[in-house]
């Protein structure tokens, strides 16, 4: 999406593009994404972490965990601002970039 989307092929241009002008190109294609492909994902892996971190081997809930569930969270509120046509909200809880690693690292 940012490669295919970006003025320069960079995440950052792509998000300055998207917060920039909330109705250009750039933030019609996030939204799009956002909305059809991110959210049914993240939704589906964040009810997995509530609904079986019983079965997590460690006795807390690691951070970055925590801060995904966070962010779907907040994505799910954001996207009914979008709806409403509150075109400028965006989520202050970023996705924690880790994650793949994480999981890579304890789950394999």
Known sequence: MV???????????????????????????????????????????????????????SPTVDNLLLQFVAHVSAYQVIVKQWETGELSAYSVVPFPDELHDFIKKEYT
């Open 3 to 57: 490669r295919q989307h970006s003025h320069d092929g960079s995440v950052e241009c792509f998000f300055t593009a998207v917060r920039r002008d909330p109705n250009g190109h750039e933030a019609r294609v996030y939204r799009n994404w956002v909305k059809e492909v991110f959210m049914p994902l993240n939704s589906k892996a964040a009810a997995i972490v509530i609904s079986r971190a019983d079965l997590l081997e």
